[in-house]
């Protein structure tokens, strides 16, 4: 076994980041047109990584109710539940909701957007104001 040299982050070992690979088995899965197989999620991830890894991954995000799973000959063949953009906010807004402070987290959170993004940021937020029937 090799040792780590002093600095060497984890990465350089071969070791992904904590759901590093989940993450890369969702955008695989998003970037296809249809249910993949583990076989075929395999083919569409780096590195050198085992069916049975990936198999496991799959099974950990179907019991998550990330994926559904369909049959497909004497296997299976998974897809997302929600598309990427809807995945990623429901989870911002999972992290919102578990601060004590909304308007901190909201306030750091604008702060820190590019120029682009808070343009943007202003442009959606202004699109709901006027789309709106609830007297708010």
Do not use: C
Not at 55 to 65: N, V
Not at 97 to 126: K, M
């Amino acid at each position: 076994m090799r040792e780590r040299k002093s600095g060497e982050s984890a990465g350089a070992s071969g070791r992904r980041a904590r759901g590093e690979l989940e993450s890369d088995v969702l955008a695989a899965l998003w970037a296809a047109k249809e249910p993949l197989t583990a076989r075929q999620v395999l083919e569409r991830l780096p590195g050198d990584l085992a069916y049975t890894t990936v198999l496991t991954i799959l099974s950990r995000l179907h019991d998550k109710g990330m994926l559904v799973r369909h049959s497909m000959g004497r296997g299976n063949a998974f897809a997302p539940v929600r598309d990427e953009a809807t995945e990623t906010a429901v989870r911002m807004h999972n992290l919102l909701a578990r601060g004590s402070d909304r308007e901190a987290v909201l306030s750091r959170f604008v702060s820190e957007l590019s120029r682009e993004d808070e343009q943007l940021l202003h442009r959606l937020l202004g699109e709901q104001d006027t789309g709106r029937d609830d007297g708010q």
